[in-house]
């Protein structure tokens, strides 16, 4: 099937099509298995198949996958290593794999200029040189990323360094390190998805999805528990709470550790960006149940069980952030964000493949003002814009201090309507690269420009 036939239903969604009363076990997504048995090289098998998935019990949902058959496994890998990618496109349709967070040359970057026809091959090499962070990878097919997303194709991209490994942080990946990839989905009477774009903000789902199990469970020890949270969802928002209000700690943004941990009792998190939360379950009683909500509706729940030994420890200094300095700052961008639905502008124009919008060299500092339009009328909410190849910091919104938790490295940025934020961006590798809203139907739409490094 191509992925331009998936049925794209119009229509509003069902919302008794699924009892979420019988939340299943979350699902955790395997590591991927380094094929190079050399230290410093690691070779990784990538297929991105068709498959069909059980949401709902006892129906199927045609989905798409990487190695599987929705999702993907997660990619782990050492600053340093030498990364050899095989990636074979299964599907009866062209996808791409794209880097999102990686800082590597432009034709690396898995984006739209490096599409894979279907039933070939792609095997990108590249060297991992950035702080310990959690990445993830997606497809980027002009006219299909929305749809291939939608239907499956995104996966974790993890990279550790040597200060990471030096903490003592929860890192044992799938018992005290889990991530949460959150969606959300709609499904019609037959279980398939109901993809609808709703013309205004993007393709909202009725249910939500963490790891492709609709509102699921997860069974915790009274420990610190790490959660590398993935918004993959096409055009939601998040505003994550715990059920009895209590405060966790985050550790990391998209590109890496804070400084410091930031305390809070709400974590609001955009598409395509990721946050590191610590959660301590060690003052709760065995039998506890705990929800994670968003906006009052139930994300996943957390059952807490035993007592246990916590050898980990969460450090008042996290990371080393060196602070890009604004008076070494060579150039100015503006990037206005615009309109709403299908009628999305990046500086007053759409996307086009044949066009370049701007350039920089290569290690030059710049500023990029970032602003959305605040219509008297009815609007976009905002836009969640993000930069490819690169990790910025952000210097000011609406002219003051940026937020607590983005103050350390970050490749997308909420901007509300009526806001305008300042980030300070250096490329450092070569080659074209996409910026865009990662509201997917926005960045469909062309609310995306591209850039020359050179
Ligand atoms: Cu997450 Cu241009 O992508
Ligand atoms: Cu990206
Ligand atoms: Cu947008």
């Known amino acids: 099937m191509r992925s331009g036939e998936f049925p794209v239903n119009v229509g509003n969604g069902n919302e008794d099509v699924v009892d979420t009363d019988t939340g299943r076990k979350l699902p955790v997504p395997a590591l991927l298995e380094d094929q190079n048995p050399n230290e410093g090289i690691s070779e990784f098998e990538i297929s991105v198949q068709e498959g069909e998935t059980e ?98 194709l995104a996966g974790l991209f993890i990279v550790e360094d040597e200060n990471s490994k030096s903490l003592n942080l929860p890192d044992e990946y799938g018992v005290n390190d889990i991530p949460l990839i959150i969606q959300d989905r709609s499904f019609t009477e037959d279980g398939s998805f109901l993809y609808y774009d709703n ?29 590398r949270i993935v918004n993959g969802a096409n055009a939601r928002n998040f505003d994550l709470r715990l059920s009895d209000r209590s405060e966790f700690q985050q550790i990391a943004s998209d590109g890496g550790l804070l400084e410091s941990p930031v305390v809070s009792d709400s974590l609001f998190i955009t598409p395509g960006e990721r946050a590191e939360i610590i959660v301590d379950f060690s003052d709760y009683e065995e039998g506890d149940v705990l929800e994670l909500i968003s906006d009052g509706e139930l994300v996943m729940t957390f059952r807490v069980g035993e007592e246990a030994e916590d050898v980990t420890e969460i450090p008042e200094k996290l990371a080393e952030i060196e602070r890009m300095d604004p008076d070494l700052v060579s150039g100015f961008k503006s990037i206005e964000l615009d309109g709403m639905g299908h009628m ?111």
């Open 344 to 454: 999305v502008t990046l500086n007053g124009r759409q996307f086009d493949m044949d066009r370049i919008d701007d350039d920089v060299a290569e290690g030059e500092l710049e500023i990029w003002e970032i602003s959305t339009f605040r219509s008297m009328m009815m609007g976009s909410a905002g836009h969640p814009f993000h930069i490819h190849g690169t990790q910025f910091q952000v210097l000011s919104r609406n002219g003051e201090e940026p937020y607590q938790n983005e103050k350390g490295w970050k490749d997308t940025i909420f901007v509300q309507a009526g806001e305008t934020v300042r980030i300070l961006v250096r490329f450092r590798f070569k080659g074209l690269f996409m910026y865009h809203c990662h509201i997917l139907e926005h960045e469909e739409a062309g609310m995306m420009g591209q850039l020359e490094v050179y």
């Open 55 to 152: 949401f709902i019990p006892g129906q199927t949902t045609p989905t798409l996958g990487y190695n599987g058959s929705y999702l993907g496994p997660v990619i782990k890998v050492s600053r340093g290593d030498e990364v050899r990618m095989h990636v074979r496109n299964e599907l009866s349709d062209e996808t791409s794999v794209h880097w999102h967070g990686l800082e590597v040359e432009g034709t690396a970057d898995g984006g739209p200029h490096q599409v894979i026809p279907e039933k070939d091959i792609w095997e990108p090499v590249f060297s991992i040189d950035q702080p310990a962070a959690t990445l993830w990878f997606h497809p980027h097919v002009i006219g299909t990323t929305a749809i291939q997303v939608y239907y499956g």
């Open 199 to 227: 013309m205004m903000d993007g393709a909202y789902g009725d249910y939500i999805m963490v790891n492709g199990a609709i509102t699921p469970y997860l069974d915790v020890d009274q420990l610190k528990m790490r959660f």
